[in-house]
């Protein structure tokens, strides 16, 4: 069976966009709007960032390449002046738009702000705030 050189350029074409597309960083900063010290722990489930802890104004990130899947999924318990709270800090499909993109979280007593980043042209755009979980 002889294959066209057209599809045989299609499917180098191919894996070379997904090999290299996988292996896109992505950056996931945390910043203290909480007026205190606070304590944390972010992991995914083969990756585990330990403790930290930020000062008020203080902010952590922490990079990785996303899964080839799309799958990525990092989850962070805070502990707070009104309890322990968790929050999926990077989850796809939700967080995914682009490559080479940082995330800015502001961490606040009753919800997360989420700014995108984009390192291409450093614009900046508020997507939104959450509830903790």
């Known amino acids: 069976m002889d294959i066209p050189k057209r599809y045989l350029s299609l499917f180098i074409l191919i894996i070379f966009v997904t090999t290299d597309l996988s292996h896109a960083e992505i950056k996931v900063e945390i910043l203290n709007h909480l007026g205190s010290t606070v304590q944390f722990h972010c992991k995914s489930k083969d990756i585990d960032l330990r403790d930290q802890r930020l000062q008020p104004g ?76």
């Open 58 to 133: 203080g902010s952590w990130s922490f990079q990785f390449q996303r899964n080839i899947f799309g799958r990525s999924l990092f989850f962070c318990s805070f502990d707070l002046p009104n309890g322990r709270r968790w929050f999926d800090i990077y989850e796809e499909p939700r967080d995914f738009e682009g490559f080479w993109i940082h995330y800015l979280w502001r961490i606040k007593p009753y919800e997360l702000c989420k700014y995108t980043i984009y390192k291409v042209g450093y614009s900046m755009r508020r997507d939104g705030c959450f509830n903790w979980n």
